[in-house]
Every structure is written in C-alpha cells, then in structure tokens.
C-alpha cells in the first residue's frame, strides 16, 4: 500500500493543477477525464484492437530476435574461431539504433505487421545473442571437457549440457528483451507505423485530445508493468523448477 502513496499524491496534484492553473490547456487533462477517455475507447474496442497489434507484432518480433540470439551466442560462445570471425560482424551491427532501421524496412515490408515485427527482432536480437554467449563462456569447463571426452556432437552438447546450464541467465535476458520490444513496437508506431497503441496515441495528441493522449500513455505503462511482472513471475518459476530438480 505504501508504494501506491507517491502516484496517489501526483495524481492528486495533477488533478487540482489541471482544474484550476491548467484549466482549459489542449496539453494536460485531468485524470479523472483521462479515465473516462480510457472508458470509451474500451467500449468502442479501440483500446482492445490498438493492444492486441502492439503486443503481437512486439512477441513475434521477440521470437524471432531471442531464437537468432539464442542460437548466434550458443555458437559464438561454444567456438572460438566463430568468435573471432564474427566479432566485427556483431560490434559494428549492435550499436545502430532500431528505429534507424525503419526507413529500410518501410522500402523492403512497406507499413504494417512485417515492418514492425523486423525493428522489434533486429532490436531484441542483440542483447539475447551477447547475454546467451557470456552465459556460454561462463559454463563449467569441466562438463564441457566430458562432452568431448563423450564425442557428443554440438547439437548434443547445448541439449544435455550447454542448455540446462544457461537457462537461468536465459531468462534474464528475455526479461530485458520483453522490455525492450514493447518500447520498440511502440515506437515504431509513434514514428511510422499506423496501428497500435503508439499510433493511437498520436492520434489523440495530434486530435488535441490530451485526455485520450494520457489515457494511452497511461494504459502502455500498465501493460509493461503487467508484461515485466509476468515475466519476472516466469523466471522464479523456473528457477525453483531446476531448483528441485537439481536438489
């Protein structure tokens, strides 16, 4: 309850401000008109339809992105001269931003679910491909030395050995990765793409609607919040799995 206090304050001020020395501004709107702008656009399913876009196009784009990364950083990680061949392949193409890359994938997948899926992989392929190759590098020495004393094949390496050792740091970076696609999806579709909630949202300011506006912005808040605290539920979860499979 403690932790609810401080937004309870700030709407609480932003309430009063907006009715007294905001009163009639086409910027900020009070929260309770927020609220009721939040109650239509669920009753006239735009919230439901905005939503369901954002959420599909940013979880494809983070399979594609975590199965690459997954599959790049066992390989990097596992073979040294992978390593080395594909060092400045990965340094050079990690740093550029996302959102660079929406003026190719306009030309190459035109507006849409496509477009959007191909920012959102290209985004969360990064981190998934260097998180997975450190959480390689760092598995004990000694299995891998009974793996090839077994001549287990690569393949059956990552199955009985590799995987079961990088699950948990697994998690870790899908949790980063569910984060950094939803910013992404929605980021797109405040720049390009016209669906989603980013979208909606720059309809209601364009609109001059500020009451609509914060209502998205408030409601895209909620859904990363519910997302992070899924996922986060998802990796205690398997930890305490492996935990007593393990005891």
């Avoid at 191909?118 to 009974?146: D, H, K, N």
């Avoid at 949790?175 to 209601?204: C, D, F, K, Q, S």
């Avoid at 992070?228 to 205690?236: D, K």
């Amino acid at each position: 309850m403690k932790a609810l206090v401080f937004p309870a304050v700030l709407l609480g001020s932003l309430e009063l401000w907006a009715r007294t020395t905001g009163q009639g501004s086409d910027a900020i709107a009070p929260p309770t008109a927020a609220v009721r702008a939040f109650g239509g656009a669920l009753m006239d399913g735009s919230l439901l339809e905005a939503t369901a876009f954002t959420l599909g196009s940013a979880a494809l784009g983070l399979l594609i992105g975590a199965l690459g990364g997954v599959l790049l950083g066992t390989l990097l990680g596992l073979s040294r001269r992978a390593a080395q061949l594909g060092y400045l392949s990965v340094e050079v193409a990690r740093p550029i931003p996302s959102v660079a890359l929406i003026p190719l994938a306009m030309l190459v997948f035109g507006f849409g679910l496509r477009m959007e899926v191909s920012v959102v992989a290209f985004a969360c392929l990064w981190p998934m491909l260097v998180l997975t190759q450190a959480a390689v590098l760092q598995v004990e020495p000694r299995l891998l030395e009974v793996a090839r004393a077994l001549q287990l094949s690569r393949l059956q390496r990552f199955v009985w050995i590799v995987g079961p050792a990088i699950v948990p740091r697994l998690f870790v970076a899908l949790r980063l990765g569910v984060a950094i696609a939803l910013v992404v999806a929605v980021t797109v579709e405040i720049a390009a793409n016209p669906h989603g909630m980013g979208y909606a949202m720059m309809i209601a300011q364009q609109s001059l609607d500020p009451a609509l506006m914060l209502a998205w912005l408030a409601w895209i808040g909620v859904v990363g919040y519910a997302i992070n605290t899924g996922a986060l539920a998802l990796q205690r979860w398997v930890a305490r799995r492996m935990g007593e499979q393990t005891a």
